[in-house]
């Protein structure tokens, strides 16, 4: 007997365990009247309506409305104190971002609110956003840290993180990113502080085992390509996985840097050049793209479509933050990616799952419904991957299952 069974389903899944990139991203696996069958929290079984047999403890009759993995929010920066809301005026007067981060403003107020914070207040904070973000149909999610700037405030982040990865449905993958800006105590000493994580910070933060991967940010008055391969080598030989948000603002060099280091994932690429495509194109790395945030700092949209003509895997993510991206809703940047990219429906829903979870290291449990994959999946309320693409602004979930458990499902 299956603990539940999806009756009546509309099947929309990439395949496999390995990012897709080039043609393979939009080739994905489209069969209607389907039955899904889960036990133990996997999926047991696929067959044509009818023909699973075997009886289960609670049916979900779908109805023909589209059944999709769950989405797999690769890029986060969940757990902050404080809000930013003040800015978007200054946003819209004109300021660019590295003028409001100049001002003490930008990443540097989050960091002051996140340093108040108690514990407590972060991680009750960062589990309503999760609740919400499971409600719209995300279920495995990437979270960094990086609002503190020093070992405790890091440590606290990520303290966090583990700790809702226990207790909430949301599988939760933790990212130290004690190199998100340069704090004000080392101002105009960017490489004493990068002497700092170097020497110090990034050591502790490893014996302490709650990260996987090392971010950075390799921009333009923030860390330098020679700074950021700095502290990307020490991170690697410390035993981390390494992302980098690169080339957001100028073309710094940060693809090529990703590529050279073998970096699982480079991420923003908004003004990546064409030789640091070409270097992506020849690595492993994973492109993590951010629509929601071009959209709300008025920015052009990362060159998607040449990615994926040049064979780079490409994944989507929401870059939910307090200051350019402060929305989790990875629908909205399902749309985007569809507008705002030019990405056909079936290489957006690809890099919205399976390439997701390969970016954050769990291509083989998550991403895609097939047998023996952990039973992370959402009925759409409409019938097949067009419908959801064009509708944008409301929730069109209507049944959640998270690791084998209907965990929402509208009244």
């Given at each position: 007997?299956?603990?539940?069974?999806?009756?009546?389903?509309?099947?929309?899944?990439?395949?496999?365990?390995?990012?897709?990139?080039?043609?393979?991203?939009?080739?994905?696996?489209?069969?209607?009247?389907?039955d899904i069958g889960i036990l133990d929290g996997k999926i047991a079984k696929?067959?044509?309506?009818?023909?699973?047999?075997?009886?289960?403890?609670?049916?979900?009759?779908?109805?023909?409305?589209?059944?999709?993995p769950g989405l797999v929010d690769s890029h986060t920066h969940l757990v902050f104190g404080g809000f930013r809301q003040n800015e978007l005026q200054m946003k819209l007067a004109g300021a660019q971002y590295l003028e409001i981060?100049?001002?003490?403003?930008?990443?540097?107020?989050?960091?002051?609110?996140?340093?108040?914070?108690?514990?407590?207040?972060?991680?009750?904070?960062?589990?309503?956003?999760?609740?919400?973000m499971i409600d719209h149909g995300t279920t495995t999610t990437e979270v960094k840290s990086g609002y503190g700037l020093d070992f405790e405030t890091e440590l606290k982040q990520l303290e966090v993180v583990r700790k809702l990865n226990i207790h909430h449905d949301m599988d939760l993958v933790a990212?130290?990113?004690?190199?998100?800006?340069?704090?004000?105590?080392?101002?105009?000493?960017?490489?004493?502080?990068?002497?700092?994580?170097?020497?110090?910070?990034?050591?502790?933060?490893?014996?302490?085992?709650?990260?996987?991967?090392?971010?950075?940010?390799?921009?333009?008055?923030?860390?330098?390509?020679?700074q950021s391969r700095r502290i990307l080598q020490a991170a690697k030989k410390h035993g981390f996985k390494l992302k980098i948000h690169a080339?957001?603002?100028?073309?710094?060099?940060?693809?090529?840097?990703?590529?050279?280091?073998?970096?699982?994932?480079?991420?923003h690429l908004i003004a990546a050049s064409d030789e640091?495509?070409?270097?992506?194109?020849?690595?492993?790395?994973?492109?993590?793209?951010l629509p929601a945030t071009s959209f709300y700092l008025g920015k052009p949209y990362a060159r998607a479509r040449d990615m994926v003509n040049l064979g780079i895997p490409v994944a989507i993510a929401s870059d939910f933050n307090p200051g350019s991206s402060p929305s989790f809703n990875m629908q909205l940047a399902l749309t985007l990616a569809?507008?705002?990219?030019?990405?056909?429906?079936?290489?957006?829903?690809?890099?919205?799952?399976?390439?997701?979870?390969?970016?954050?290291?769990?291509?083989?449990?998550?991403?895609?419904i097939e047998v023996g994959k952990d039973a992370d999946i959402v009925v759409w309320d409409c019938p097949d991957l067009d419908y959801l693409f064009y509708r944008f602004g409301n929730n069109q979930v209507y049944t959640v299952i998270k690791n084998g458990g209907v965990t929402y499902e509208i009244d």
């Open positions: 007997m299956f603990d539940i069974m999806i009756k009546n389903a509309n099947l929309a899944t990439p395949q496999g365990n390995m990012p897709k990139s080039g043609k393979a991203q939009g080739e994905i696996l489209i069969q209607n009247n389907v696929i067959a044509p309506r009818g023909e699973l047999g075997t009886p289960a403890q609670e049916v979900i009759n779908a109805r023909g409305r589209l059944v999709t981060l100049a001002a003490g403003g930008g990443i540097l107020s989050t960091v002051k609110a996140t340093r108040a914070a108690s514990f407590d207040e972060l991680c009750d904070k960062a589990e309503g956003f999760l609740n919400d990212t130290f990113m004690g190199a998100h800006a340069v704090p004000t105590k080392f101002a105009g000493n960017a490489d004493g502080y990068v002497n700092l994580l170097i020497n110090e910070i990034i050591p502790k933060m490893a014996d302490e085992g709650l990260a996987e991967f090392c971010d950075i940010f390799c921009e333009d008055s923030v860390f330098n390509v020679e080339d957001e603002i100028v073309d710094l060099g940060g693809a090529k840097l990703a590529a050279e280091l073998g970096a699982t994932s480079a991420e640091g495509l070409q270097a992506l194109a020849q690595s492993d790395t994973i492109a993590i793209l569809y507008i705002g990219y030019r990405l056909h429906p079936c290489e957006a829903l690809t890099a919205a799952t399976l390439n997701g979870a390969c970016a954050i290291g769990l291509g083989e449990t998550k991403g895609t």
